[in-house]
């Protein structure tokens, strides 16, 4: 079976909501994958930063065998001996007091919006279906109908109407028009500390601050949406760390457990949590044993092998290599830890058609927005394995150049 055979099947039998590359891919280990006829290719994605632990990471996959022999699911209608641990570990690891947790993304941010609305009327008193939420333009947050409702993309939104009502947006990085947007009503600010998927927006210095001290003199609840810019990417657990201040709500997900399933969760204060009841709110698959197990361990992974100082370490040796990069197609490059981008020229004719190129050179990324390629290794990497997708991102640019 060849790649064409899998390609073709998948546009005969699959929805088309995704646009990928060209490439099968069939197997996977650290940070390397391999396709249908055996190409061997560096992952520059990670899944979009949910495989920082690199491919198949043999402690994380131990934990999924080892766990899914034991006991993989419950419901939450009677108690397993996995969530109490990990809920636990989790809140060591971070600072903070609850988690709630969920599969992906998209059901941790809804669990974060709801908690903002319980807490909003019952603990700052808004009247009764009045709670509003201010989130920044250019967003990303997932796609269930509620995050859609307050994205900017007109793309994201097109024949899913009526929205959720009850979100704001305003400029990312303007500190003012979050001041103004504020009113007694205001529930909560929802920001992406990095806007990722916008094409690797970083805000001014100081803003995430700034907005933080903000929400506080307002009774505003800070809610920093840290699924792709947490747990190291960036160089710290979260990426609110580098303006040294904790979050009222933090939401992650994506390598949460290593890329081997899918967990993601909210963590906050007891104060804030405690605002679910039982019957409140819930999830099937939320907090199951298997879940647990596989986060735990992945975590420990996290942690014992430093992905934060080795994103830090790696993220500015490579940062100092793409900057020092001459193309007349090159408008920007930007990053932190290691989530890179480099923004092209509006003259460089897309981002797609370099990254089919560095697909052809053994490299895998994938454009974010038109004109931004997105690069973001797993936290694994090495100083000779940047080397040598250097080469090939060097080489790209020359020839299309
Ligand atoms: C990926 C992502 C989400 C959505 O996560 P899913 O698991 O795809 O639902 C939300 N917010 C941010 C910042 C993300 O990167």
């Known amino acids: 079976m060849d790649t064409k055979f899998y390609v073709d099947m998948e546009d005969i039998y699959g929805a088309h ?8 891919l069939i197997k996977g280990k650290g940070i390397w994958v391999w396709d249908a006829e055996d190409n061997k290719y560096l992952d520059f994605l990670s899944a979009y930063s949910a495989v920082n632990h690199g491919h198949c990471h ?16 419950t419901s939450r209608a009677f108690r397993n001996n996995q969530w109490p641990l990990m809920a636990k570990e989790l809140c060591d690891l971070t600072g903070y007091e609850m988690v709630l947790a969920m599969n992906s993304g998209a059901e941790a941010v809804e669990t974060a919006l709801k908690a903002a609305r319980m807490w909003g009327y019952q603990k700052k008193g808004i009247p009764e279906n009045q709670a509003e939420v201010i989130t920044c333009e250019n967003n990303f947050h997932g796609r ?3 995050i859609i409702s307050f994205s900017t ?5 097109k024949d ?3 929205f959720t009502p009850g979100f704001i947006q305003i400029p990312y990085g303007d500190i003012e028009e979050l001041e103004k947007a504020i009113t007694p009503n205001t529930a909560a600010f929802l920001v992406e500390p990095i806007q990722a998927e916008a094409g690797i927006i970083i805000p001014p210095e100081g803003y995430l601050k700034k907005a933080k001290q903000v929400c506080e003199k307002n009774n505003v609840l800070f809610i920093a949406d840290e699924i792709q810019t947490g747990l190291g990417r960036t160089g710290k657990l979260f990426a609110c760390e580098h303006e040294g201040f904790q979050p009222d709500m933090a939401v992650i997900g994506k390598s949460l457990a290593g ?10 204060s007891r104060e804030i949590l405690s605002v679910f009841t039982p019957g409140s709110h819930g999830s099937t698959f939320g907090a199951n044993p298997l879940a647990c197990a596989v986060a735990r361990e992945a975590l420990k992974v996290m942690q014992e092998e430093q992905f934060n100082d080795n994103a830090v370490k790696q993220g500015t040796y490579f940062l100092n290599k793409l900057k020092s990069l001459k193309s007349k197609y090159i408008k920007q490059v930007r990053g932190k830890g290691l989530l890179i981008g480099i923004e092209l020229t509006p003259e460089a004719g897309g981002a797609r058609r370099f990254c089919e190129a560095l697909m052809n050179e053994g490299l895998l990324c994938k454009e974010t927005h ?3 390629i997105r690069f973001a290794p797993p936290l694994i990497i090495k100083k000779k394995e940047l080397d040598w997708a250097f080469k090939r991102v060097k080489k790209v640019f020359r020839e299309i150049d």
Do not use: M, W
């Open 160 to 162: 899913f109407g009526p």
């Open 58 to 73: 043999p402690r994380v996959v131990k934990a999924v065998s080892d766990q899914a022999k034991q006991l993989t699911l």
């Open 17 to 24: 909501n995704y646009h990928p590359l060209d490439v099968v």
């Open 370 to 372: 038109e004109n931004v």
């Open 144 to 146: 269930t109908i509620t």
């Open 259 to 268: 890329g081997c399933y899918a967990v993601s969760a909210v963590v906050s």
């Open 153 to 157: 993309e007109e793309h994201y939104k």
